[in-house]
C-alpha cells in the first residue's frame, strides 16, 4: 500500500514537471510568433539586446509582456475556476460565476463611454477622445465595479445561509444588472465611445505591460499562497459540509474569503486584459482527469496548465491575425466551448435522460 501511495505521489509529481517545462518551452516559443516576420536568430539576438532597434523593442516592450501576461492571467483564471469549482460544488462554476466579468464590463464601459470617448466630453471627434483617453482609466473602474460585485453578491450571501446554490443565484442575477446597464450604457454611446468600448471587451494580451504584469503578479501569487494553504480544507469540503465540520473545517468563513480572494484575483486580470473565457473551466477539469481530486496537486498543475492553454491560445491568435494579433478571448471562447459541451453530456446522469 506504502509503495502504491509512493508511486502515485512520484506520478503526481512528474505531470506538474511536465506541466511547467511544456509551458517553459512553449513561453519561449512564442516569442517567435507575431507580425514582424523576425527569424529566430533575429529574435535570440533581440534577447541579447544586440539586434536592430526596433526589434529589441518588438521583444522587450511587445512581445515579453505579453508572454508574462499569459503565464500569469492564465494560472490566475485557471486556479480561481478550480476553487470556486470546489467551493460551490458545480462543475461549471468559473471566474464570472459571480458576475465580476460583467461588472468588470460596465465599469469599463463607463469609464469609455462617459468620461473618455463618449457623450460627456469628446463627443465623435477621434482627436479629443486620444488626448481625454487615460490608459488606467478604464482598468481602474473595471476593477472598482468587480470588487464591488463580489461585495454585493457576498453581502447578499451572508444575510441568509452561505450554501452554494445562494451564490450561484446572486450571481446570475447581480450580472444579469451588470449587462443591462452596460446595454443601456452603450445604447447611448456615440461612435468613437461605442467602438472603443466594445474593443475593450476583447481579451486582448496585448495591451500588457511590465506595471500591468506586475500588479497582476502580486494578486496571483498572494491568492495562490493563500489557497495552497487551505488545500487541505478544500479536500475535506470535497466530502461535503457535515464531513468537512466534524474535521473542523470552518465551511462559511471559507467559502467566503475562497471566493473573495478567487474573484479579486479575476477583477485584477480582467481589468487589465478585457474578457478571457473558459480558462477557468477547462483547466481545473484537465487537472483533475489527470490528478484527481487532490488539491495539493490540483493548485500547482491547474496554475500551470492555465498559463499553457492561454500561451497556446495567444501564439494561435498572432499566427491567424494576418498581420494583426486576433483577440485571445475569443480563440479561448471557441477552444473552451465544445468542451464545456463535453462537460454537459459526458455525466451517466446525462447519458440516462
Same mark, same amino acid.
Not at 466530502?239 to 474573484?263: K, N
Given at each position: ?8 505521489? *512520484? *506520478? @503526481?509529481?512528474?505531470?506538474? &514537471?511536465?506541466?511547467?517545462? =511544456? ?22 539576438? &533581440? ?17 515579453? /509582456? ?9 494560472? #490566475?483564471?485557471?486556479? +480561481? ?9 458545480? /462543475?461549471?462554476?468559473? /471566474? +464570472? ?46 476593477? =472598482?465595479? +468587480? ?48 467602438? =472603443? ?21 502580486? $494578486? ?12 487541505? *480544507? ?27 480572494? &478567487? ?20 483547466? /481545473?477539469?484537465?487537472? @483533475? @482527469? ?7 496537486? #490540483?493548485?500547482? $498543475? ?33 477552444? #473552451? ?10 455525466? *451517466? ?5
Amino acid at each position: 500500500m506504502e509503495k502504491r501511495l509512493h508511486t502515485d505521489y *512520484k *506520478k @503526481k509529481i512528474s505531470i506538474i &514537471a511536465f506541466l511547467g517545462i =511544456a509551458a517553459a518551452l512553449l513561453s519561449f516559443f512564442c516569442l517567435f510568433a507575431g507580425s514582424s516576420h523576425m527569424s529566430p536568430g533575429e529574435c535570440l539576438a &533581440a534577447l541579447l539586446q544586440k539586434s536592430t532597434a526596433a526589434n529589441n523593442r518588438i521583444i522587450w516592450n511587445i512581445r515579453i /509582456p505579453r508572454v508574462l501576461a499569459a503565464l500569469i492571467a492564465g494560472a #490566475g483564471l485557471s486556479v +480561481s475556476g478550480l476553487i470556486m469549482q470546489t467551493n460551490l460544488n458545480n /462543475p461549471m462554476a468559473s /471566474p +464570472s460565476t459571480l458576475g465580476v466579468s460583467n461588472a468588470a464590463v460596465f465599469g469599463a464601459n463607463l469609464s469609455i463611454i462617459a468620461f473618455s470617448g463618449g457623450f460627456l466630453s469628446t463627443g465623435n471627434n477621434l482627436t479629443n477622445y486620444g488626448a481625454g483617453a487615460n490608459p488606467y482609466s478604464a482598468s481602474l473602474m473595471a476593477f =472598482a465595479f +468587480s470588487v464591488l460585485s463580489i461585495l454585493l453578491i457576498l453581502a447578499l450571501c451572508r444575510m441568509r445561509d452561505f450554501s452554494p446554490n445562494v451564490v450561484v443565484l446572486a450571481g446570475i442575477a447581480v450580472g444579469s444588472v451588470w449587462t443591462a446597464a452596460t446595454t443601456v450604457l452603450q445604447f447611448y454611446a456615440t461612435d468613437v465611445g461605442l467602438s =472603443a468600448a466594445v474593443i475593450w471587451n476583447f481579451g486582448d494580451l496585448g495591451r500588457a505591460t511590465y506595471r500591468t504584469n506586475f500588479i497582476m503578479l502580486a $494578486a496571483v501569487v498572494c491568492g495562490l499562497f493563500f489557497f495552497s494553504l487551505m488545500s487541505w *480544507k478544500y479536500n475535506a469540503l470535497l466530502g461535503g459540509d457535515a464531513a468537512a465540520r466534524s474535521m473542523g473545517v470552518s465551511v462559511g468563513p471559507l467559502r467566503f474569503f475562497s471566493m473573495l480572494f &478567487a474573484s479579486v484575483i479575476t477583477a485584477v486580470c480582467v481589468s487589465f486584459l478585457g474578457i478571457i473565457g473558459f480558462v477557468g473551466i477547462i483547466c /481545473p477539469h484537465v487537472t @483533475k @482527469k489527470l490528478l484527481g481530486q487532490d488539491h495539493r496537486f #490540483g493548485i500547482p $498543475a491547474s496554475a500551470l496548465g492555465g498559463s499553457l492553454l492561454l500561451l497556446a491560445a495567444d501564439t494561435l491568435s498572432r499566427s491567424m491575425g494576418n498581420g494583426s494579433a486576433l483577440p485571445v478571448g475569443a480563440i479561448t471562447s471557441l477552444l #473552451g466551448a465544445p468542451f464545456f459541451l463535453a462537460i454537459i453530456f459526458s455525466g *451517466k446522469e446525462n447519458r440516462r435522460c
